[in-house]
């Protein structure tokens, strides 16, 4: 039960080339324009562990939640040996589906890496088109006020303990939408990458 106790969240062992982008480098920001078009600013964070410089293309395709491709970002970045750059990408999508409490939209951005036509690296990241805002007024959801219904949850469950799997993850974060909640607050430590995912999917 006990964290210090040893292993309890799964662990996976990834080999990648010496260039590549970094764990986590892909970051996606939709903006609101106008009712009908939205910005998608785009940072991709490259590693180059070897001991030349790389001059790379990157290319983000974003596809929505049916797959259909929505569109592509790419560019080009130069990345000295032994260094990290990042790139900074912009494409817009026109009328997205949005992310919301009761419909949770997801869009999946599919980033690739190349060096001349050699793929490096390829990653992908799931995001959601919406807007978020605070006034005096409260907490405002796509434009609308929205009141937080939330639970602060720890990271372990009952007799499983720490190593919660995902299963009886999703189980109880549906039960709290089931009981009217919207926002989840984890309590104590970092929650595994699979509670974020459920919560993206389900409108928490």
């Known amino acids: 039960w006990y964290q210090g106790a040893g292993i309890y969240r799964p662990v996976r062992l990834v080999i990648t080339e010496p260039v590549h982008v970094e764990t986590w480098g892909v970051f996606l920001h939709p903006e609101k324009q106008t009712e009908e078009i939205w910005r998608l600013p785009a940072e991709v964070e490259i590693a180059n562990d070897g001991f030349r410089g790389a001059l790379l293309r990157v290319e983000s395709a974003i ?22 750059a990042t790139l ?23 980033t690739r890496l190349y060096e001349g036509e050699t793929l490096l690296d390829e990653v992908s990241d799931r995001f959601g088109f919406r807007t978020l805002g605070w006034s005096e007024e409260g907490f405002f959801l796509n434009g609308r006020r929205v009141e937080l219904k939330g639970v602060c949850c720890h990271q372990d469950f ?32 970092p929650h595994h990458a699979y509670t974020m995912d459920v919560a993206d999917e389900i409108g928490m």
Request: proline share 9%; hydrophobic share 35%; net charge positive.
């Open 63 to 84: 596809f929505a939640p049916d797959g259909a491709p929505a569109v592509t970002l790419s560019g080009e970045i130069v990345v000295p040996a032994r260094d990290k």
């Open 88 to 110: 900074r990408l912009f494409g817009q999508v026109h009328c997205p589906e949005i992310w919301d409490l009761d419909t949770p939209r997801l869009y999946t951005a599919r």
């Open 158 to 189: 009952g007799l499983t303990g720490k190593s919660v799997p995902p299963r009886v993850q999703r189980y109880r974060l549906e039960l709290m939408k089931e009981m009217g909640a919207n926002a989840y607050r984890t309590a104590h430590y």
